[in-house]
């Protein structure tokens, strides 16, 4: 018995003309849906979750110390902790969120001060600061243009410290750690560091070894458990400007640095205040999110977009070969 009587052959053919007098725009549509489907779900979104909330959002767990002053003295009062977070409905998406900050996050227009800082071990970073002064300098600038433009080429394009900050300053010290890959011209840093001194404070941005166009110089480079190059900066500003309260904020890896030198230090820091924001207090959930468990877009994607920025900013033949032990 052939695999294919007439009968069949005859109930195929049926089938095929039957197909054929679907239009063509109807495939095209259904080719549209699926692919929006596949989307949604590749790239995260949990826009139709929150349609079915009522787009009302979800209300923030607080982890916390019942006992602590902390908590009735700071956390209590800020009503933004006891709201209810609901993400932007077109960017209801993690993958959206990042990319849409990368390409459009408008971060403002201002210069850093720049200070090398050499470190014991021989490497070296670089402290980007803004003061609390400059930045009217930056909002003002379409006015002062002509003479900022004349200041920069006098400073060779650069602005640096040059003592902008005496020593009996008792102005606050914000010191910026930034996340994974990230420098002083991240669009998200750029807006935090703006926002602070904005209102007066002075703020440092401590780059992270081998970012911020400073190469790499020694044998040694920064991950989530090196506080060792936290420490140094934090001392130093100390030691430096004895008189200004020191303050820190560290985001991401950032923040997982400085938490991690907080609980090294303890009450021996100078630090009068900390801040860490979307710290990855268990560094095994994002990266298992990303390496494993996380959708092919994830994993492939920013896994490649995260080893490319190490790359450009391990670019150089020493850096290279400093990684290598050689």
């Not at 989307?39 to 607080?62: K, V, W």
């Not at 002053?69 to 209810?84: E, N």
């Not at 703020?203 to 458990?225: E, I, K, M």
């Amino acid at each position: 018995m052939s695999l294919f009587d007439e009968s069949s052959l005859h109930a195929y053919k049926l089938l095929f003309n039957a197909l054929s007098q679907i239009p063509t725009s109807h495939y095209l549509f259904s080719l549209l849906i699926l692919s929006l489907a596949f989307l949604y779900n590749i790239l995260e979104f949990h826009f139709f979750q929150d349609l079915f909330s009522g787009f009302r959002g979800s209300s923030i767990a607080l982890t916390f110390n019942s006992s602590s002053s902390l908590y009735y003295d700071v956390v209590s009062k800020c009503k933004i902790l006891h709201g209810r977070y609901l993400a932007t409905p077109w960017l209801s998406s993690p993958h959206i969120q990042t990319t849409f900050l990368h390409f459009f996050g408008r971060p403002p227009s201002f210069n850093y001060r720049r200070q090398l800082f050499h470190l014991p071990d021989g490497g070296m970073i670089a402290l980007d600061w803004l003061i609390g002064s400059d930045v009217w300098s930056a909002i003002l600038r379409p006015v002062l243009s002509c003479l900022y433009f004349v200041h920069l080429i006098a400073s060779g394009g650069s602005l640096y410290m040059n003592n902008a900050i005496s020593k009996d300053d008792s102005i606050p010290i914000v010191v910026v750690i930034p996340g994974l890959t990230s420098d002083s011209d991240s669009a998200y840093i750029k807006h935090l560091v703006f926002c602070t001194a904005k209102r007066g404070w002075n703020v440092v941005v401590t780059n992270h070894r081998g970012l911020g166009g400073v190469s790499v110089t020694s044998d040694r480079f920064y991950n989530a458990g090196w506080t060792e190059d936290t420490r140094e900066v934090v001392s130093y500003l100390h030691h430096e400007y004895p008189k200004a309260p020191l303050f820190a904020v560290g985001t991401s890896i950032g923040a997982n640095i400085l938490v991690k030198y907080l609980g090294e230090d303890g009450e021996k820091t100078p630090l009068a205040g900390a801040v860490a924001i979307c710290s990855p207090w268990d560094l095994l959930v994002p990266s298992s999110k990303i390496c494993v468990h996380g959708t092919e877009f994830g994993k492939d994607i920013w896994s490649r977009s995260n080893i490319f920025q190490m790359q450009c900013s391990l670019g150089k033949p020493e850096a290279k070969l400093l990684m290598l032990g050689v």
